[in-house]
């Protein structure tokens, strides 16, 4: 699938030719970001299932996944329908699942998508059961394993598993896949070798709940973990099958203050226009809000909280000190970080364009419908990429 | 025009027929919300120039406009067209206007749309009046003023008012129509009396401005002020002409924070689904995260954190120490709020469907392309109304 890239929209525009705010992608940045993950799952002897839930856009999902296996990992049901309309067949809906999706799933299964979904109870696995018998299809599940405190999952040791297999594997309309576990703690180390130490927390969990399936006697093919820090740190995936990592396509300023990416690496920006000053507070305002920029403000627990995004040039050099201090709905202000030099604000004039690189690459892409994808010296548009929004 | 809704898709479908999450508007209190508006602005006796940035939406827009004067506020040109074709025709954009949207603001105007557009430096007003002489079109114009040091605008004593007053009165491409200030630092006052004081300093800031251009002999006459707390508790709005506010119709937990409304009359909410649970540490997970319920945390600086939102009921029954504590991108985690009761988290069963109030109504309601309006009981889908989102 590969090399059949087909731009949804392909343009002969320069940046300059959009109204703003607008989504850019750095062609090359990405390509590379892209290059790097694929190198990462095969030197650690995994497939790789990238996650969707980032670009939500078939075109980056066929530079992303296995050209010649492509399997991905969305986050809702609409993101399914979305590359199953694109030709995606193995899809994975990595969010534990909820009886009013029942249907939704099974029309999907019955159009040939080989659609996986995750559970950690026996509840969820009865009432799946039971629209599986309604619905005349049979489910794959995994099992998910919570091996970081952080969020859904049964613990490595907890009895429920191997008693969750067996009901799963007794339902005539769910069929036990594996397990899988994502280690999103690892957002929150605060070194290297701390994120190193969580991925194999993440793989030694998963790989013990696999095998205790096993030893009871079910099989338990599929051992899939992954965040975009414990896939680049891991030291080994040993007794893993699956690779999960989304926000790598991209990365983001919450990625390179964990120190998994460089800020140069960053392979998404918004682009803005200065609409405005206060020149004695050293303000640029600009019609990049939070609107365009997302509302995360996940580097301001970090070491350097780089408020709602760093500025860089139009055709993207990074203004490493220039960061939006604050945004309003429709208007970013920008203005040095503190404790640098005070910024000379009228030195960016009205009409000057800026990239904004974003803190969380997930929120902020979120609030776009298309990604302007830009190569070469930074200013030619070379296609418009769609993306799935909402439920 | 308020006599004719049409409700862009009519339904007979009850809430339990969708898959979750989903955005939901209690029409009864949305309606008592919009008239409660009205009454202050007849009131007060200024028009009332709802600011459509909230609900996006034609159906609401036609409820919370003049029947018989139809004047609204956008804050991007999408928006404008959104509203356009759907028969406004008096339309103020009210974000600081960037060269690169000239083209598509003289479309507008070309079409037969009133749309205002503002700015506060000479510089904009020049090149906009380039701008104009190039489209051939004349742009009205308000000058922005700056009347809490928030964000953009001329303090109301700047010499540079008058200045730019006379460059748009001679520039053949631009008319100058008035002032517009908006408070937004009303949303950090801690008391009523607070907000009262600073719809004071916004009535008296935009008018000192709107004198200080007429008594240079230049025809200023729109006076636009505007933020809900400050329209819910100004005490007069003498010399003003007209008045802005947006999220009133639907209103927030950060609005209900600064006592503008009570938790009970928020007529959005979110629609979330249980997942599963971590029964130990009294955690519900659902299907509602920060994707569906947005990342703004606006009530964390008010005395009350609400979290990512407050539980109701499938209904709409508020359970006023229910919170949703933490959310990735598509899981919510709901608990007691610190220092009440541990949560019974099994006594909410997966498949159970809870509403969150949002503490951001414009930032919650960005996140869906629609909206499904609950009558009655609170289980009947009376409409499904359709959002402009994006740029």
């Known amino acids: 699938m590969k090399t059949i ?9 320069q940046l300059r030719d959009y109204e ?16 790097r993950m694929a190198a990462r799952a095969t030197a650690l002897g995994v497939d790789l299932r990238p996650h969707m839930k980032t670009a939500k856009c078939v ?24 590359f199953a309309q694109a030709g995606f067949r193995d899809i994975l809906y990595a969010v534990g699942f909820a009886p009013n999706k029942a249907a939704h799933a099974a029309r999907l299964l019955r159009s ?29 599940i995994l099992i998910e394993i919570d091996t970081d405190g952080h ?23 769910l069929s036990l896949r594996g397990v ?13 070798e701390a994120i190193a130490d969580m991925a194999e927390i993440e793989r030694s969990g998963a790989v013990t709940a696999a095998q205790r399936i096993r030893a009871s006697g079910i099989d338990c093919h599929t051992v899939s973990v992954g965040s975009t820090p414990t896939a680049i740190c891991a030291r080994s995936l040993e ?50 809000g939070w609107m365009a920029l997302a509302g995360d403000r996940g580097t301001a627990s ?4 780089q408020g709602y995004g760093v500025v860089c040039t139009e055709t993207g050099e990074v203004l490493r000190d220039v960061i939006v201090v604050s945004a309003n709905q429709e208007h970013g202000i920008i203005t040095s970080r503190p404790g640098t030099e005070p910024l000379d604000a009228l030195s960016f004039p009205i009409g000057t364009r800026l990239r904004v690189l974003p803190n969380h690459a997930c929120a902020t892409a979120a609030q776009h419908d298309r990604y302007l994808v830009v190569g070469g010296d930074g200013t030619r548009v070379e296609a418009e990429w769609l993306r799935s929004n909402g439920w």
Chains 1, 2 share one sequence.
């Open 5 to 13: 890239v087909q731009d949804r929209v392909s343009t002969d525009r």
């Open 180 to 192: 899988m576990t994502h280690a999103g703690e690892s957002y929150h180390c605060d070194s290297l």
């Open 112 to 140: 040939g998508v080989d659609l996986s979904l995750i559970l950690d109870s026996i509840a969820a696995a009865k009432a799946l059961a039971e629209a599986a018998t309604l619905e005349a299809v049979v489910f794959p």
């Open 151 to 173: 969020r859904a999952g049964l613990k490595p040791q907890d009895s429920m598993i191997v008693e969750l297999a067996r009901v799963i594997d007794a339902a005539p309309g």
């Open 59 to 82: 075109e980056v999902a066929r530079l992303a996944a296995d050209a010649l296996a492509p399997r991905i990992t969305v986050s809702t049901l609409k993101e399914a329908d979305f």
């Open 20 to 35: 703003t705010p607008r989504l850019l992608i750095d062609r090359s940045k990405m390509e590379q970001n892209i290059a």
């Open 239 to 288: 007794g893993v099958t699956e690779l999960r990592a989304g926000v790598h396509v991209f990365h983001d300023l919450v990625m390179a203050g964990l120190g998994v990416c460089a800020v140069d690496e960053i392979a998404l920006s918004v682009l803005t226009t200065v609409i405005g000053h206060q020149a004695d507070k050293g303000w640029v305002i600009t019609d990049g």
């Open 302 to 305: 970090q070491p350097s909280d």
